[in-house]
């Protein structure tokens, strides 16, 4: 496959950043896996790297689709965000919910089922 084929964004996938918010919100949709989960991940830990405080939402719930690869990003995130001492909130979907209970990792994560802002 040709590189430039390599690294483009499936289609339907998007993540979007609203910072008008008191708490700035990265807003995911589409399919969360090993393709995309390096782009949350970049964008959730510049996100909680530059928030000297606070809290940080990832607004899952427009997420389709929720690997193990997805499920490691959030994790490494929250642990970013505790050493930085920013809550990180995450509000998923139905398919977000039930990979985060299947797991066992709801204790290790502050799940909101708040609607988006």
């Known amino acids: 496959m040709p590189?430039?084929?390599?690294?483009?964004t499936p289609p339907g996938f998007s993540i979007t950043?609203?910072?008008?918010?008191?708490a700035p919100r990265v807003v995911v949709t589409g399919e969360l896996d090993l393709l995309t989960s390096p782009q949350l991940q970049e964008t959730l830990g510049a996100l909680i790297t530059d928030k000297p405080s606070g809290r940080v939402v990832a607004d899952l719930t427009g997420v389709t689709f929720f690997d193990s690869s997805a499920l490691n990003v959030v994790l490494q995130a929250q642990r970013q965000a505790?050493?930085?001492?920013?809550?990180?909130?995450?509000?998923?979907?139905?398919?977000?919910?039930?990979?985060?209970?299947?797991?066992?990792?709801?204790?290790?994560?502050?799940?909101?089922?708040?609607?988006?802002?």
């Open 17 to 22: 950043l609203d910072t008008d918010a008191s």
């Open 3 to 8: 590189a430039a084929e390599q690294n483009t």
């Open 82 to 117: 505790a050493e930085k001492k920013v809550e990180l909130e995450v509000v998923p979907s139905a398919q977000v919910s039930r990979v985060i209970e299947l797991t066992g990792v709801a204790e290790h994560l502050s799940v909101s089922q708040e609607p988006p802002a």
